[in-house]
């Protein structure tokens, strides 16, 4: 479904991706919620809460990507793939990568 068209190769520059240090996010969508959260429950239970929330949704997205080879995960990806490839050219290219 996902062909890539052959393109010349040079040998790849390999970057160490930088190290996260504490907690990155300091404001976000959630961050009202969190921080009303916290001051209802306390900070112990919120960690508690929040780290099983995270683990619930790490599983949901393991389950999500576990069908990929269904024929109902095949068929979510190829309706992707269609949606992304817009000059319908059956590859896609760096421009719909970047939009999608």
């Known amino acids: 479904i996902m062909d890539m068209p052959p393109s010349p190769?040079?040998?790849?520059?390999?970057?160490?991706?930088?190290k996260k240090k504490g907690n990155q996010h300091k404001e976000g969508v959630f961050s009202p919620?969190?921080?009303?959260?916290?001051a209802i429950l306390g900070e112990q239970s919120l960690i508690?809460?929040?780290g099983k929330v995270i683990?619930?949704?790490s599983d949901l997205i393991k389950s999500?990507?576990?069908t990929s080879d269904s024929a109902f995960g095949q068929a979510v990806q190829e309706q992707i793939f269609n949606f992304v490839d817009t000059d319908n050219s059956g590859?896609?290219?760096?421009?719909?990568?970047?939009?999608?």
């Open 9 to 18: 190769t040079k040998p790849a520059v390999k970057k160490s991706a930088p």
């Open 48 to 50: 508690k809460i929040r």
């Open 91 to 100: 590859y896609l290219d760096k421009a719909e990568v970047a939009v999608a």
């Open 64 to 66: 999500f990507v576990g």
């Open 55 to 57: 683990a619930l949704h």
């Open 33 to 38: 919620i969190v921080v009303a959260a916290g």
